[in-house]
């Protein structure tokens, strides 16, 4: 199953860009590991909000070396549910940045999943459990464009600056 989300970021290309490469510790969810380098395995929470409840799950998420054009960048990743795999869905795709202007940048996530538990998955997916996977794809980004807003108004190595996402 494919996803595709996007949001607009109020900041030039280049320092959403710098943000996104060099401190994943500025904007990925829960980032709960000390890995920051292409590759290494990162832990983060994903899911979405249910009314007053939050539905979420850690996953390992790794995030591959960076693909760069002139104003436009893809940061490949894939994600994986921790704990029992088996009745999460494995989440393959990118992050890609796009100049839209001199401050403005827009920030996609496009994605591929694989149902878990094979056809029953499927159909179970086709039913119901894709609104879940777009919600957690929607979240997700939402929260990554916010950490990003707020790490780009800060100086880079500012110690005063929130990391994480809003």
Known sequence: MFLRYYCELPAAFEVIEARLIDHPEDWLPSLATRATRRGELLLAEVGFDLG???????????????????????????????????????????LELGALGRRCTQLVISVNYRPPLGAIGQTVDRIALHRFAEATIKDFLDRTGAALRVAAAAPAGDPTRVPGPI
């Open 52 to 94: 007053r409840y939050r539905v979420g799950k850690h996953v390992e998420m790794c995030l591959r070396a960076p693909i760069r054009t002139p104003g436009r960048m893809v940061l490949p990743l894939t994600w994986l549910a921790t704990g029992p795999h088996v009745l999460f869905p494995a989440f393959d795709g990118e």
